[in-house]
């Protein structure tokens, strides 16, 4: 991806301060990358280039300096990403330090070999490469997986945190600071009022990783959730602000400033906020209008996002408006559409590729933070100033906190409760921001910047490691109320939907605009105009959340059923009477298969997460946790895919061009997946159909009059390229009649089961899934056994698992009039079939 | 306040009517204004008409159900106690209210709340949801975007989730075991009635 090299090729700033030290600095990055404590330095051979005259032709040349740069950034982010892994080795140690604090004590480690090897500290955070380079990946990865429906629905309330809460943060702070500093408690310092309330506002950042990580472990309610990760990532932005206007005002000095100025710093506060998220809007509805046509070049589609995100926060930082806030609007705002708009594979890449950047930065300023402490010549040791500021911080931003929402609860419907708050304000731990603007103070105007610079370190350490420790005990022993997790069901979405009808009829009849008015208003505005505006036609058109919820969950269930029955053994567990009546569902699962494939346009629904990342999620319309529900959506994903991979089709693997340059759709994965499901299914649903007479006189399907005699197993897939969701275009075909009878004859007739039907269990054909004679799956076996079911080419040319083709899997159909599609669904096997038989030469090994 | 209490004073029972329902003077004040505006003709009662002429109302896709919740079954018109036990039922949850021994269950309980939801679909009366009552709510607020088929087998599902005993309906109870991990009493409660 573009980004991702310019990313890599700025983070080069990151770390090199003079070149003279980076032989060294690489010698012990690459030793602590193994984590060993070695402090010996063995470089001798580093600078051995020369690269001036040469007598004769050099086979290899030493070119240090060509790399220097970029290779130092790639050790320092092993380096770091690294000391992640060795923290969580340990699971045990985790769980009671925040991985936060973990590495930064790693980063003291690390901090401490650099300074026993350069006597200087050589690496360390500066604020250019913070601001730039780490930071902006961070707040893009939160805003975008920001749980939309949640975050808006608290707005007000984060709002009233992330502005007024800071302004009162900054403003308390300093001033306090500023009367102990009258008061004498401090020494003599050269700190005015101004410079206080500065650096009240530098330290009125929130840093939402190490409390959110916390909250992720122990599941807190959402609202909580919510309104702390809300606050924590607008707060930044708001502080930023505030650190600007406040220090345009410390280099105005202070006879300047009079009421106009003071006028001024308002309102370009305002100015600032609102212009970088208005920025921020412009931009999203920018990436969700380009990912209206990126369907074309839909290899590099993630990367638009990515590149306009990082744009808008270049933009709005050129602009002097507030970079952070851009961006995080740039995020929410347009995560809906870009998730409509894209193709599913993209989303998913969209969303890991963000996780990794936010992750991998995460861990290096975490690092940084504590490779930075270690350097003699930023700490100015005074510990009144520390203490009372360490004081200061947690006290009044308790008191914010608690004032706030006694305010926010005179309205709320459900107030927030007493140890909620209380958690609130707890959980203010400061940050890489914190630090990043310390950092970037004026020496020339702040004189005592280094005792600012190492007071904040310490805040930093105090609040992220001490307070990250006491976070969850503190949690658990208030008895927080964790978040309900429920599963997904049809009745709680339909239900859903009832009530808020409900809601906003009583509002309409009791004659008052309520937040239901507000809701309904602004989705008919938003289905009107902004999707259309926004939206691909076709992803415009299917999105209701209560069809998105049932086809998720049929998929879910049929996925279950192949799965189970390939690890019983060959989908033993229908064999079973008792079983296959007791699960109804499953079975209805499969009489839905047919609806289901209908249904890939609502992949996208309501709450934009594509169907594969909440297959298994059992928090259907909000992750409180982002990084756990990635994880085990990744691992749903892999374990389905090792399942099928590994018991079918293997050797058909080796036989495909496994690499194409710029289009993976065609040739990432064969459709083993696919098509092994479709082939069970279809093998099942036939076996149905002939005996569901017999033995399911289920009222649905005992209606069906039986439509053919001759059923064939395998059909073959649906053209790749045909979308249409209802038409019957699907079922045209170019068969030629001869073969086709030919066919018929080397197939496994259906009657051959139907002794066994009425008796045993028809809903298992044994030559279908397993034919006796042979032990191994047919698959597996080198056969002659043309009969038995294979692949054909265009197979293989598709994507895995586009539940559009599902639907060819389950000709059954609910009711009554759907018999024609039934009877065309089955002559497509028939017409079909023929095609394969070419394509079974080949695909065999 | 004079007015306050003039206007109180002219509802009947309105003592009882604020015991029962848990609504402060001032909600009952506004409720009675906006039942006097809602009664154009003056009768003292609102009929399905009334109702009606709910702008908003009409473009509700269950709107017809939620009127017909308030008529209780063979009557044609809804009294001012009526209509606000009816509203009585969305008032927020009270955890400060200390609870009295041997009172009745509040109207605005969380079973109240989703018996109340359960009427709604529960047209005939017989204490259950068949398939064709969840259909047709489905299709009301599914309206165009699915075709008929899909809409059934979506109420298939649904039933089938929620259908304990297997007889094809949701049963009150059925309902409610349903939507048991489900916060009713945030998703059912309007905030200006606190």
Redesign the interface.
Known sequence: MAFLQQFALLLALLIVLSSSCAGVGLNYSSKSSVTTNTTTSTNDSTDGHAASTITTLPIVIWKWHHVETPYLVALWILTCWLCKLVAQLNHSFTSVIPESGLLIMMGFILGGIVWGADKAQTFKLIPVNFFYYLLPQIVLDASYCMPNKLFFSNLGAILVHAVIGTCWNAGTVGVAMWGCYEGDAMGNLNIGLLQFLLYGALLSAVDPVAVIAVFEEVHVNEVLYILVFGESLLNDGVTVVLYNVFDAFVSLGGPKINAEEIIKGIVSFFVVSFGGSFLGVVFAILISMLTRITYKVQIIEAGFIIVLGYLSYLTAEMLSLSAILSITFCGVCCQKYITANMDEKSVLTLRYVLKVMANGSETMIFVFLGVSAIDVDIWVWNTGFILLTILFIVVFRIMGVFFLNWLLNQ????PIDLTDQLVMGYGGLRGAVAYGLAASLDEKKIPEKNLMLGTTLIVVYFTVILQGITMKPLVQWLKVKKA????L????K??????E????????????M????WTRHWKYFEDKYICWLLMKKDAR??Q?P??GA?HK??LEDAKQYVTEGESKGALAFIRNYDNASID??KK?AL??AD?MG??SEYDFDIDNVPVTSVMKNPIPSVSLDIHELDRRSMHDDLSAHHVLDHHLYKSRRDNHAAYSRSNYKTSENPDETQEIFQRTMRSRLDSFKSAKMGVHPSKKLSKRPKKDSTYKPNGKPADPHRTHP?GDEDFEFTADSTSSSEFAGHFPMRNTNAPDAGVDNPAFIPEMDMPPPMLNPPWQTETANNTAVAPSQRAQGRLPWTPTNLRRLAPL???AR?TDTFAMADASVDDEAPEEKPGTNHTRL | MGSTNSTLLKIPNVEVLMQETGFSPAHII??HD?FK??DKEGRGHLCPQD?GA?K??AM????DR??GAFFSPGKETVDFDTFVKI?AH?R?VDKDRPKELNSPEPINSRSNKLR??FQ?YDQDKDGKISRDELLQ??RA??GM??????L???A???I???DLDRDDAISFEE?RK??E??????????????
């Open positions: 309205t709320r419907l459900i309900t997790h429920s599963d069901t049809l009745n709680g339909m239900n859903n939907r009832v009530f009808h409900i809601l906003t009829a009583m509002e309409d009849i009791c004659g008052r309520g937040d239901n008015w058109e299917q209701d209560i069809f049932f969950l049929n109804f569902k209805l009489e839905y609806i209908d249904m209802f159909r609910l009711s759907s | 506004r409720l906006r505006a809602l109702f709910i908003e109302l509700n896709p269950i709107g939620i009127i509203l969305f927020p109340f939801a709604l709510v489905l607020m599914l975007q699915v075709t008929e088929e899909q059934e087998s979506v298939d599902r649904t089938q989730e929620a309902f349903s939507l991990k489900i916060n009713i009493d945030n998703l059912m409660s309007i905030r200006f009635l606190r």
